[in-house]
Structures are given as structure tokens and as C-alpha cells.
């Protein structure tokens, strides 16, 4: 569930009227620490070679420094794991002298005492920490390491203790969803939001809906219902249950075009150089590090405006609950006119529970 600020939203909303590219991310590496079984960019350094190379500091700095100049005011770094860029910490340098909001994804495992105290040098807004699971034993069967737990925990608590921002998200699969209470209480104990979803987009970068690892759809819409109201409570999910609101990222204030932000007001760049409308919709792409970012933006979001929906989401009742967007339904089938089955299943699932708490 979507935790950005409200002044955020409101931006990246207001500035997808205009094309303004407010909201970005860099993904600056596909290499991970960790391998986790639903992931959909890790990849090992003779993986990426004839694929491509990871783009420079210098150039992601030069990159920024284009976008800035368009518009962008809020910028993402993810990966893979960032932390393995030693050069990360230059980024982050340039990043706050341009007056740039930046966020980092990460899991959390590389953050150290020694790792803090470069943050605290060039401070990120926030950290968002990728919490697998509330055990070693979860860790070792769904990311290959056990020993990452204890390591996840250290870091949260580090960053909290030095002042800077955690945010926690969770992903829910077969070999975790059975911990989410205890990540619910992870979270409370230490005040920090917690972002989690049991709605797993296969990987569309990575080998497609056959390597998909994820709960059956209705499970995972119980999940997805279950993780909200462990989290927000009885009363805010029945003002949910009877107003409808959104429950995922998209915003969908037209039937024309694509149905989100993601080429309106946000775009993402790859590691490899290319920036596409957001990190799971490959089908649009450009090449801002070879025509520079203005024209390379202009592409997409020209692209995304013509975009086609699918006409039978744009007509289902359940469309405000459903997380089918582009890139969902394009991951799902191979095109973003069809939704596939998954989608449906999954958000009926969850609005029977919804349904069921409203008339308790």
C-alpha cells in the first residue's frame, strides 16, 4: 500500500497534467547481495556482460543534472543493491548540492556503522529496507541467506538510531506470508511504516509469468486485505471498505492513455541506460544517455498518451481496488490490453474480505 507523502502525491499528480518528469529512478546496479526468488533484475556480473554495463557516476550525476533542469525534484536509487557502489556516496553528494529529494531502495544487508556514517555526510530523505521475512530460516529459504536477518535488523536499527528516515516494505510470497503478523509487529515496535504487498508482478525483465513466484491469487488477495488491516486497524479498513479508496499505487483519473503516472510525471532508468515509463513496463522504451534526457523523455511520454487500455478494466466495477495497470497487465499477458486472470481472482479475493468486514 502507497505511503508517500500527501505533498508528493499532490505534485507527481498535478505535474502529470503538464509532462513535467517530477518523480525519477536510477537503478544503478543488477547486482543484489542477496537472491531472492521473486526478484526481476538480479543478475551476476557474466549475466549482465552481454547485456550491458553499468553506467558511470559521472554520468548518472550528468543525467540528473538534465532531469533536474526539466523538472525533477524527487529521485529514487535502487538496484539490485546500491550499497554495492562504493561510488554511491559521491551520488548522493551531488545529488543534495543540486537540492534533489532522494530516496534508496536497499535490503539492507551492506548498511554498517562505517555505512551510516558516510549517509549521515550526505543524508538521503529516506531509506526504504526491504524486510523478507521476521526469521533466519525465512531468510535462508527465500533469499539463499540466512544470516541476513540478523544483519537487516542491525541496519534498521542503526539508521533509526542515527536519525536518518526507515521506511520498511515487505513482499509476501509462499515462503514468508505465514511471518506477517511478526513483520507487522516489527514495524509498530519500532513506529516505522511498513509498505507490503502480496501482489507479485512476474518478471517480465526476467524470465516472465513461467518464473512468477508468488501466492495463488486468492490467498494472495486475503494476504493483501490481512496486511492492511494488521497494520491500519479495524476502523481505518472499514472507512476503506465503505468509501472504495484506491489501494495501490495507480490513479486512475482518465480511461485514455495509460492509467498511471509512470510517462506522465515519473519515469525510470535502468542500469544499462535506458529509461522506460516505469521499471516494469520494457515495452517503452528510449536511450536518454545517447540523446540526452529532454528527448528521450519526450518519447516516452509521448508513447504512454497513446498507450491503449483495456476496455474491460476500464469498464470493471472493481477497477479502484485492482492493481491492473500497463505494466501489470503487460507482465501478466504480454500486452496491455488483456488483464489475464490472475488480476481479477487476486482483487475479488480481496473484496470479499473487504465486503465481509463492512457488514460485520
Not at 205 to 211: H, T, V
Not at 318 to 325: E, H, L
Request: glycine share 6%.
Amino acid at each position: 500500500m502507497r505511503q508517500d507523502h500527501p505533498i508528493r502525491q499532490t505534485l507527481c499528480r498535478r505535474a502529470a497534467h503538464r509532462n513535467i518528469p517530477v518523480n525519477g529512478a536510477f537503478e544503478l546496479t543488477p547486482r543484489c547481495s542477496l537472491n531472492c526468488k521473486m526478484c526481476y533484475i538480479r543478475m551476476t556480473p557474466e549475466q549482465m556482460r552481454p547485456i550491458g554495463e553499468e553506467r558511470s557516476v559521472s554520468q548518472w550525476i550528468e543525467l540528473a543534472r538534465e532531469a533536474r533542469e526539466m523538472g525533477m525534484t524527487f529521485l529514487l536509487l535502487t538496484g539490485g543493491e546500491p550499497f554495492l557502489r562504493p561510488d554511491l556516496f559521491e551520488l548522493l553528494s551531488a545529488l543534495n548540492s543540486m537540492g534533489i529529494i532522494t530516496d534508496i531502495n536497499s535490503n539492507g544487508t551492506l548498511i554498517n556503522e562505517a555505512v551510516v556514517d558516510k549517509l549521515l555526510q550526505a543524508p538521503p530523505s529516506k531509506i526504504n529496507i526491504t524486510l523478507y521475512g521476521a526469521s533466519r530460516q525465512t531468510y535462508e529459504d527465500l533469499c539463499g541467506d540466512g544470516s541476513a536477518f540478523d544483519r537487516v535488523v542491525h541496519a534498521i536499527d542503526l539508521l533509526r538510531n542515527s536519525g536518518i528516515l526507515v521506511c520498511l516494505n515487505g513482499t509476501l510470497t509462499p515462503d514468508n506470508y505465514h511471518e506477517l503478523d511478526e513483520l507487522v509487529r516489527f514495524a509498530k515496535e519500532r513506529g516505522l511504516p511498513l509498505r507490503s504487498t502480496s501482489y507479485v508482478i512476474p518478471p517480465s525483465r526476467r524470465g516472465g509469468l513461467e518464473s512468477a513466484y508468488r501466492l495463488p491469487p486468492e490467498n494472495a488477495g486475503c494476504v493483501a486485505f490481512r496486511s492492511q488491516l494488521l497494520f491500519n486497524g479495524e476502523e481505518d479498513m472499514r472507512k476503506k471498505a465503505m468509501s472504495q479508496l484506491v489501494m495501490e499505487d495507480c490513479y486512475h483519473e482518465t480511461e485514455e492513455g495509460i492509467s498511471c503516472l509512470a510517462g506522465r510525471s515519473q519515469f525510470w532508468v535502468t542500469w544499462n541506460g535506458k529509461m522506460l515509463p516505469c521499471g516494469m513496463l520494457p515495452q517503452i522504451s528510449s536511450d536518454p544517455f545517447e540523446v540526452g534526457f529532454r528527448e528521450a523523455w519526450s518519447k516516452i511520454n509521448e508513447e504512454v498518451v497513446h498507450l491503449p487500455n483495456c476496455s474491460e478494466c476500464v469498464n470493471c466495477p472493481n477497477k479502484r481496488v485492482c492493481p491492473s495497470c500497463a505494466a501489470s497487465r503487460y507482465c501478466e499477458t504480454g500486452s496491455v490490453t488483456e488483464h489475464g486472470d490472475y488480476l481479477c481472482k487476486f482483487t475479488e479475493a480481496y473484496i470479499r474480505n473487504l465486503q465481509a468486514l463492512a457488514t460485520d
